[in-house]
């Protein structure tokens, strides 16, 4: 963090430069050759760095600039946006503001991954644009281009993106027109357009494919070149019903061995305001742990391999080496297929579909527990893992 005296001992130099002053980080200030030392704020929703102003004696220093910066942040956080604009609300406003309200409930990953598509193909062409002179007109372009180069799957997940970020403009009141009605259209168009082109995988939800399905994987886990963690890990996803993400970042330290519990912290959760995810361990999932506690014990993650975690794609091989129309997503859809196809059975024994989602942390166990009470809730999923696992077990014995 720079002082007063730091910003005045700053060498000048034949090219203007800039550095960070610090408190709050966004603040610079700019030097040019002529001695001149500008302030300026920079805000990720902005392109360019906002002028604050000339550093004088008497009329500005770090002092009274880094207070200018913290009143400007705190307006574009209130959603009192800034700058020579202001009374515009631009595409890249409206993403800026979709992005805070979003970053309280999901996590950042998510966020990110959304947005890197979002931030290449939209922003440079329409960022600046006011949302309310937006036509479904102004996407074609960008979208004939992203069909040009197959990514069609993409297109549709993009303009679910806009409509969720002109929704909250629309809510706001800063959103006038009908765009988002025009974008849907848009997004009819181009899945009718694309329907061939984009595969579609299958969940795995009739009795007989998942017992076909866990044939195959005991097939393949005793051939000779299957990797031991790869198998383990698509085990342990099918067993526990999460994200294989989540199962590739699985650690050590999240397992609660005295209770046998995986306990994966919101903030790595996709839903991160669901709070932390409690999923208890039945005893087909900790016999894996043993294996690769064997393998892994000494590492960071429990799937590890050489380069730290296990791919992303890491059940492809599986799926393709039995010609299977899935994908290792699909083991969650498994999972709640098989509550709703056992519900009466399983809500004699008090566990209720409530119960269900909360493995699937798709409801907050904050919600559930206050129902119930903590431990009642734990025990409940407890039960339900490992009537989960034995059922899993009577279509196709394991072999672990």
């Not at 001695?35 to 906002?50: D, P, Q």
């Not at 168009?189 to 061939?196: G, R, S, V």
């Not at 998942?210 to 996803?237: D, S, V």
């Not at 024994?349 to 119960?355: F, L, N, P, T, V």
Request: hydrophobic share 35%; aromatic share 10%; net charge positive.
């Amino acid at each position: 963090m720079l002082t007063q005296k730091d910003i005045d001992n700053l060498e000048i130099k034949d090219k203007r430069y800039m550095i960070s002053v610090g408190e709050p980080k966004e603040l610079y200030v700019r030097v040019n050759p002529t001695g001149k030392k500008v302030f300026y704020l920079r805000a990720s929703k902005f392109k360019n760095f906002i002028t604050i102003g000339e550093c004088q004696k008497g009329v500005l220093n770090v002092t009274n600039a880094r207070e200018k910066a913290k009143d400007l942040l705190k307006s574009m956080y209130d959603g009192k946006f800034i700058g020579k604009n202001d009374k515009v609300m631009t595409l890249e406003k409206a993403n800026f503001l979709y992005v805070d309200i979003k970053s309280k409930k999901l996590n950042s990953a998510t966020i990110k991954k959304e947005q890197s598509i979002f931030k290449k193909y939209i922003i440079p062409t329409l960022g600046q644009k006011d949302i309310n002179e937006l036509k479904k007109d102004d996407f074609l372009p960008i979208y004939d281009l992203m069909q040009k180069k197959g990514i069609y799957e993409t297109i549709n997940k993009n303009i679910s993106l806009l409509c969720r970020i002109f929704e909250i403009s629309r809510q706001r009141g800063d959103l006038k027109t009908d765009i988002i009605l025009q974008l849907k259209d848009l997004k009819k168009f181009y899945n009718e357009a694309n329907h061939n082109k984009v595969k579609h995988f299958k969940a795995i939800v009739e009795e007989q494919e998942i017992r076909n399905m866990l044939e195959c994987m005991k097939e393949y886990k005793n051939h000779p070149r299957t990797n031991t963690t790869i198998i383990n890990a698509i085990y342990f996803t099918l067993l526990t019903a999460q994200r294989s993400k989540n199962i590739r970042f699985a650690k050590w330290s999240d397992i609660d061995f005295e209770n046998n519990l995986w306990i994966i912290k919101a903030d790595e959760m996709k839903v991160r305001s669901n709070g932390d995810n409690i999923i208890p361990l039945n005893k087909y999932a900790l016999k894996i742990l043993d294996m690769q506690r064997i393998l892994n014990g000494d590492k960071k993650y429990i799937f590890a391999n050489n380069n730290g975690t296990i791919s992303e794609n890491f059940a492809v091989r599986f799926f393709k080496f039995y010609n299977l129309e899935h994908t290792i997503h699909g083991y969650r859809s498994t999972f709640r297929s098989v509550y709703t196809n056992k519900s009466n059975e399983l809500i004699q024994q008090g566990i209720s579909k409530d119960i269900a989602e909360m493995i699937l942390h798709h409801i907050s166990g904050n919600e559930i527990e206050r129902a119930y009470n903590r431990a009642k809730a734990i025990d409940l999923r407890v039960k339900l893992m490992q009537w989960y696992g034995n059922y899993l077990n009577s279509l196709c014995e394991f072999c672990f």
